[in-house]
């Protein structure tokens, strides 16, 4: 029987975009000599569109039994300030060339998966991507960059029994990229 | 005895009689106070005229038709220089220019304190018909008033004619009064900008402020207002709103204003100076949460802080 370990390693992004231009500001002023006497100032506070993913983990489907396909997920919280909305891109560390395929590798052999991605917590019914793929106008939580401990995301990896089957026993592993932008 | 005083009177009626013009005589009619009241800053520098009659003749004051010039003098009757003294236990001082003007004339000279001026000022005969021709100008500088301890001034004056042979002169006391009010100001304000969220972080601004309170003990109110609802601490983006944090130190420490409630008093602000000396007194401390502002939408937030100082 031959038997291999697959590992995925995600990693998320905090991103930062600088979308605005200062405010003219023109309300500070000393206070006159007097009784009494009234000073202003202008308060200024800028907040960039913002996006962060986090409580990542690594999928780590163990030594295969031989038989059946293998799914993993993992949850994740996506927080994107204001409307909560965002777009995601996947990237695999050993895309197949010329299909794009996500793949885990061990030295030069490689084992095809299936990824899917869903902004709530079921990835089993979300969208398939290829590697460089990505998705628009998702929803995250717009309040709290924990996503008040409630994860609001999900992957899913995929591999087939007979890409198991028909692969060279070794150790699998493939990093995915996760790039999370403001919508 | 009574037969030599007769003489030396009679001698005296006798030379007034023939019109012996080598004699002159002065009389200075009365000088009104100067009440400034009490000072408005407002109005900056002040000044106050009282316009008097010199009557500077040859012969007698009642009967001459010749009038004469005079040389002016005006004296402080307390000091030396120019000055308004504070009523009570109070030493501060207030320091003044005078000036005299030749209402013939029109020509105005600033006095030094005792000192005459040349012998050239229009004398009148008695009781000025063609009208009162002198003045007396007081003025302070508002430099002079913004740095001074509330109280009551005065100054009290003395004007002197002097005329003919230089030996005849004729004098009157004038004074001026003003009252400087309980004063305080803040200045030194900027702009608190606070940057750029993090993400993380909350982002804090301090600013270093001036208080200048004209009262020795350097005591005042500060009360602090937003422009959001009730007057709350907010700045504000396209209709969203970011609650924020005043914090207030006098040189004891930092201390929380709340928005709208009743001013609370503090100490240590400058008392010789307006603008503190180029330094500060005081420090404002503003903070906006992080955790207010990731739930915020992007934007740039921006709101007005009013800080009202009084008196105690």
Not at chain 1, 95 to 104: D, S
Not at chain 2, 284 to 299: E, Y
Request: aromatic share 8%; charged share 15%; with cysteine.
């Amino acid at each position: 029987m031959r038997s291999f370990t697959g590992n995925i390693v995600k990693a998320g992004f905090v991103l930062g975009a600088f979308c605005f231009v200062g405010v003219a500001q023109a309300a500070t002023s000393d206070g006159a000599l007097g009784d009494p006497s009234i000073g202003t100032a202008d308060v200024q506070v800028i907040i960039d569109d913002l996006v962060q993913v986090t409580n990542l983990n690594g999928i780590d489907f163990g030594t295969y039994g031989g038989t059946l396909d293998l799914t993993g997920t993992d949850e994740m919280c996506i927080y994107r300030n204001g409307t909560g909305a965002y777009d995601i891109q996947l990237d695999s560390a050993n895309p197949g060339v010329p299909g794009n395929e996500f793949r885990m590798i061990s030295g030069a052999n490689f084992i095809t998966y299936q990824l899917k991605f869903d902004d709530d917590n079921d990835a089993s019914d979300g969208t398939v991507f290829l590697s460089g793929d990505s998705l628009v106008n998702q929803a995250g939580h717009a309040s709290a960059t924990d996503c008040g401990s409630v994860d609001n995301a999900e992957i899913e990896v995929f591999i087939t029994e007979a890409t198991l089957q028909g692969s060279v026993a070794g150790s699998y592993l493939d990093t995915v990229t996760l790039t999370v932008s403001p919508f | 005895m009574r037969k030599a005083r007769f003489l030396i009177a009679f001698l005296l009626v006798l030379a007034d009689g023939v019109g012996v013009e080598a004699h002159a005589d002065i009389k200075v009619g009365n000088i009104p106070n100067q009440d400034f009241g009490t000072w408005d800053p407002a109005s900056g520098s002040v000044s106050m005229t009282s316009d008097f009659c010199v009557v500077s003749v040859l012969g007698k004051v009642q009967s001459s038709t010749i009038v004469t010039p005079y040389a002016a003098r005006v004296g402080n009757r307390d000091a030396v220089p120019f000055e308004m003294f504070a009523l009570g236990p109070l030493s501060d001082v207030i320091s003044l220019t005078v000036t005299h003007v030749d209402l013939v004339t029109m020509t105005p000279e600033v006095l030094t304190p005792d000192v005459y001026t040349a012998q050239t000022k229009t004398g009148a005969l008695n009781n000025c018909p063609s009208g009162l021709n002198a003045r007396v100008r007081t003025d302070i500088n508002v430099m002079d008033l913004t740095s001074t301890p509330s109280g009551n001034y005065r100054a009290r004056l003395r004007f002197t004619a002097l005329g003919g042979d230089g030996s005849q002169t004729g004098s009157k006391n004038y004074q001026a009064d003003i009252v400087i009010p309980e004063l305080v100001q803040i200045s030194d304000m900027d702009p608190v900008n606070l940057g750029t969220f993090d993400g993380v972080s909350n982002l804090i601004g301090v600013d270093g402020l001036c208080v200048y309170r004209n009262q020795a003990a350097g005591a005042y109110t500060i009360e602090g207002t937003g422009d959001g609802a009730g007057n709350a601490f907010e700045i504000a983006s396209a209709g969203d709103v970011l609650p924020y944090q005043v914090e207030y130190d006098d040189g004891t420490g930092f201390v929380t204003l709340t928005a709208g409630a009743p001013p609370a008093n503090h100490i240590n602000a400058d008392t010789t100076a307006p603008d503190c000396g180029g330094g500060t007194t005081a420090d404002l401390r503003v903070t906006v949460l992080a955790t207010d502002m990731v739930s915020a939408p992007p934007g740039t937030y921006t709101g007005t802080l009013t800080l009202t100082v009084a008196p105690i």
